[in-house]
């Protein structure tokens, strides 16, 4: 299972537009679901930024941490994907991303 975000903010990641979650809590429940099950299930979040776009793969279990109460915070520092995030190949144009590459290592 694959959900893709979008965020065109160049210093972070909002985890909220207004009081509305930019990763539904049911996107994260289902995804955490279906690895329970046996499958695999990430979240993409696209940095969009001019010449210089990027994706991030997060698991639903990082995902439930950004919203925790220990995590505590209204955005996620776009370094913090850098370290814990697996970073998606880029191929080249018309833009694309490796998602096989992604499945392949996540087995």
Known sequence: ??????SRNLTSFPLYYGNTP?????????GAKLERAGGLSFILIRREEYRNKKTYAITPSQAK?????????????????EEHAYIV?????????NLQKLYEEAL
């Open 89 to 97: 190949e880029r191929l080249k144009a018309p833009l694309r991303w």
């Open 65 to 81: 941490y950004l919203y925790s109460k220990s995590y505590d915070k209204k955005s996620v520092k776009w370094k913090w994907f």
């Open 1 to 6: 299972m694959l959900e893709a975000k979008t």
């Open 22 to 30: 930019a990763i539904a809590k049911h996107q994260i429940r289902e």
